[in-house]
Structures are given as structure tokens and as C-alpha cells.
T-cell receptor, first 115, second 107 residues
Framework: DTAVSQTPKYLVTQMGNDKSIKCEQN?????MYWYKQDSKKFLKIMFS???????INETVPNRFSPKSPDKAHLNLHINSLELGDSAVYFC??????????????FGPGTRLTVT | GQNIDQPTEMTATEGAIVQINCTYQ??????LFWYQQHAGEAPTFLSY??LDGLEEKGRFSSFLSRSKGYSYLLLKELQMKDSASYLC????????WGAGTKLIIKP
């Protein structure tokens, strides 16, 4: 059984379009994240949710809007896609009951290509 | 500011030992993680250090010196499957990630 799943795995779309990426975890974790990994391989956190509540919102354009319908799901909606949005987007989850539990479990990633 | 430095790329020979260094300057510290990421795949957890010293886990060991802001990941008996990127991440109030070190293993 997949612990953290994302759909779609690949997404090719044109500039200006709106798209969504879905993430689900079956680990029972309270905290979920969205990361962006660009061509230089930097993993940059975008958002973090704890029990459906936003706790971290790094400086990302407001074209990116996360939504957490329940603590097992964290979706990412992107409006008016731009070329610079092309990257791999990873969803992750953790259960930080103590510091060692900050270990994060990652989904397989969604490779977004904007043309 | 928050800064994590790792070498961009390293090359080693199958069967040998390699040490990947990570230095950090962060406003807070609650532990340091090492992750492995194969090309085209998600990062996977390798180790966690919060106290000074060496943590050994099979062929992989991780060392931390908090006073020096320094950690290393030691990989022994290298195998071809160890070719991957190794990411250092420091836990402040959230995980702050280094850019990763691409390790190339040659036969």
C-alpha cells in the first residue's frame, strides 16, 4: 500500500491554464507539506498544514492555493500557470509528536511542465 | 539567515568509503536529517542526529558536531545502487534543506 500518493505523476500544460495536484496519505499523520524542487534540485517548502490548518505559508505567489478537505488530503491548485512554475512538486507528511518524528514521508512527486 | 552547504558532486569507487559533509548556519537547531534521493524519485529518510556524535546504521553512519555546525554522512562498502543525491536538512521550526550532493559511483 502506498503511504503518500500524488496524482498526476506528470502534468504538461500551457501558460495561463489552471491545474490541480492531489495528495493523499494513509499513515494517519497530522501534518502534510507541499515542496517544490526546481532544476537545481533545491527542495523548497511551500506550505505546511497541521490537522487541516495552515501553519506554514512560505513566500509563494498567491496563484498557488492549498486546500485540505481532511487531514489525509492536501491538494494544490495553481492558477494562471507560468513557465517558471515548471518543477517537480512533492507532497510529504509527518507526525511530529517528538523531534525524531519530524521524519517526513514523501510522495512520488508530480513533474509539472509549463509550455 | 539560514544556510546549509554541501558539495555539489562527489565521485567514488565501488567498494570504497565516502564522506559527504554538510555545514549549516541556522537561527535555531532541533536536529539534522540526511535523506537519499535517486534520480526521478522522492527523497527517503536515512538518519537523524540531535546530539553530538556518531550514529551508525548498517553501511551508513552520520556524525554531528553542534558547536561546529557540521555533520557528515559516511557510506561504507559502496555499491552501484548508492549512486544518488544525498540531502542534508536542519530542523529549525521547519526543515531547511541543502541543495544535495550528487554521488557518482564508478566500478
Amino acid at each position: 500500500d502506498t503511504a503518500v500518493s500524488q496524482t498526476p505523476k506528470y502534468l504538461v500544460t500551457q501558460m495561463g491554464n489552471d491545474k490541480s495536484i492531489k495528495c493523499e496519505q494513509n499513515l494517519g499523520h497530522d501534518t502534510m507539506y507541499w515542496y517544490k524542487q526546481d532544476s537545481k534540485k533545491f527542495l523548497k517548502i511551500m506550505f505546511s498544514y497541521n490537522n487541516k490548518e495552515l501553519i506554514i505559508n512560505e513566500t509563494v505567489p498567491n496563484r498557488f492555493s492549498p486546500k485540505s478537505p481532511d487531514k489525509a488530503h492536501l491538494n494544490l491548485h495553481i492558477n494562471s500557470l507560468e513557465l517558471g512554475d515548471s518543477a517537480v512538486y512533492f507532497c510529504a507528511s509527518s507526525q511530529p509528536t517528538d523531534q525524531s518524528s519530524y521524519e517526513q514521508y514523501f510522495g512520488p512527486g508530480t513533474r509539472l511542465t509549463v509550455t | 539567515g539560514q544556510n546549509i552547504d554541501q558539495p555539489t558532486e562527489m565521485t567514488a569507487t565501488e567498494g570504497a568509503i565516502v564522506q559527504i559533509n554538510c555545514t549549516y548556519q541556522t537561527s535555531g537547531f532541533n536536529g539534522l536529517f540526511w535523506y537519499q534521493q535517486h534520480a526521478g524519485e522522492a527523497p527517503t529518510f536515512l538518519s537523524y542526529n540531535v546530539l553530538d556524535g556518531l550514529e551508525e546504521k548498517g553501511r551508513f553512519s552520520s556524525f554531528l558536531s553542534r558547536s561546529k555546525g557540521y555533520s557528515y554522512l559516511l557510506l561504507k562498502e559502496l555499491q552501484m545502487k548508492d549512486s544518488a543525491s544525498y540531502l542534508c536538512a536542519v530542523l529549525n521550526y521547519q526543515l531547511i534543506w541543502g541543495a544535495g550532493t550528487k554521488l557518482i559511483i564508478k566500478p
